[in-house]
Every structure is written in structure tokens, then in C-alpha cells.
């Protein structure tokens, strides 16, 4: 089945304690991305990756690393998160072109205290 | 000035309805026009999207965009209670580029 897994689903975490967000997708689709949602902002991206070790800032990066080692796996890392970080969190995938089917992830609720 | 501004809502109307979810946007360079659906509690799913300007038709919804006026539309005809969702618009100037959505409406069709 063609999916975008995401780890964990939820998470709580304190402030300064280090995180990873893992995201796979099994398609092999070259542009991956990662998205929060929060409300009344709406879906904002991160960052995204056109292929392997390709990345590049997408509309709120500040606080937030990725790394593309493998084309299937695209991991969120957030060194010392903050509470202003607590969102709703969505990992996406796919082919290459813009109007390309994306998919999302089941997102990951994270809430930093 | 945001680069795509789209009326939260709530819109609510009722079963069999024609709905129309609207954006604009303030970068001439947006090349490509997507609609996202997104149930709740679900991540966001493609609809549509159009290349430049024009109109594209998929069943009952129908994608328009205008560049000259830097607007976008969704139109839903009989509109059905499974078409409540929350529509989001996004555009990018292309595959390199990174892509932008709008707040999102949320809609709700009543039986």
C-alpha cells in the first residue's frame, strides 16, 4: 500500500530536549516535505527536498533541521524545541512535479512544555 | 501583505448547494493552482489543480484561475454532506520552489 508513515503520532516533550520526527514514504517520490498547522495560520511548509541531499527552506524554517540521506526517508529534527513549536505536525510526499499527487502523513501532534 | 489570503469561514450551506471557496494572491510568479481537501483529523488530500489560467472540471467540482486579477476559485455543484472539509488553496511558482497554502475554509453541507 502506497503510504507516508510518520513517528511518533503524538509526542510531549520539555523545552531543550531534543527531538527527531521520522517520516518514510515506500513510492520513491523525489520531493518530500514537511508542514505544521496550527490555527488560524493555516498549513505552512518547513522545509522540503527535491531529491537526495537537496533541501531547501520552505516559509518557517527557524528551529527546524532535515537531512535527505535516503530518498525514502525524510526525518524533522528540532535541536532545542520551545513551546512556540507545539503544532500539528505533516510530513508529504511526492513524485517530483507541482502537480504531482502529494501525500500526506497522519501527522504527529507535538506539544512542548 | 500575505502572499495568499483565503477566507476561513465557517461557510455552511445546505445539501445540494453550489459553493464557491475563493483565494487571491500577491506573487505574480505562482505558475501552478492546487485545491486540498482535509477531513478533519486527516492530513490534506489533492483535489485538483490548474497550470496558469483557466478552468478545469472534475465531476462536480470545477477549478478556475485568473491571473490577470491573481484569483482563484473552487466551485462544488450539489454540493453533498461527505463535502464537508476544511479547502485549502496552494500555488507555486514550480517544482523547485516551495509551496504555499492559504488558511484554509472550513465547510460544512447540510443535510
Known amino acids: 500500500e502506497a503510504q507516508v508513515t510518520q513517528n511518533p503520532r503524538y509526542l510531549i516533550t520539555v523545552t531543550g530536549k531534543k527531538l527527531t520526527v521520522t517520516c518514510s514514504q515506500n513510492?520513491?517520490?523525489?520531493?518530500m516535505s514537511w508542514y505544521r498547522q496550527d490555527p488560524g495560520l493555516g498549513l505552512r511548509q518547513i522545509y522540503y527536498s527535491m531529491n537526495v541531499e537537496v533541501t531547501d527552506k520552505g516559509d518557517v524554517p527557524e528551529g527546524y533541521k532535515v537531512s535527505r540521506k535516503e530518498k525514502r526517508n525524510f526525518p524533522l529534527i528540532l535541536e532545542s524545541p520551545s513551546p512556540n513549536q507545539t503544532s500539528l505536525y505533516f510530513c508529504?510526499?511526492?513524485?517530483?512535479?507541482?502537480?504531482?499527487?502529494?501525500?500526506f502523513g497522519p501527522g504527529t501532534r507535538l506539544t512542548v512544555l | 501583505q500575505k502572499e495568499v489570503e483565503q477566507d476561513p469561514g465557517p461557510l455552511s450551506v445546505p445539501e445540494g448547494a453550489i459553493v464557491s471557496l475563493n483565494c487571491t494572491y500577491s506573487?505574480?510568479?505562482?505558475?501552478?493552482f492546487m485545491w486540498y481537501r482535509q477531513y478533519s483529523r486527516k492530513g490534506p488530500e489533492l483535489l485538483m489543480y490548474?497550470?496558469?489560467?483557466g478552468n478545469k472540471e472534475d465531476g462536480r467540482f470545477t477549478a478556475q484561475v485568473d491571473k490577470s486579477s491573481k484569483y482563484i476559485s473552487l466551485f462544488i455543484r450539489d454540493s453533498q454532506p461527505s463535502d464537508s472539509a476544511t479547502y485549502l488553496c496552494?500555488?507555486?511558482?514550480?517544482?523547485?520552489?516551495?509551496?504555499?497554502f492559504g488558511k484554509g475554509t472550513l465547510l460544512t453541507v447540510n443535510p
Open positions: 513510492m520513491n517520490h523525489e520531493y
Open positions: 490548474t497550470y496558469s489560467s
Open positions: 506573487n505574480s510568479a505562482f505558475q501552478y
Open positions: 496552494a500555488m507555486t511558482r514550480g517544482s523547485n520552489y516551495k509551496l504555499t
Open positions: 508529504a510526499s511526492r513524485l517530483g512535479n507541482p502537480t504531482d499527487t502529494q501525500y
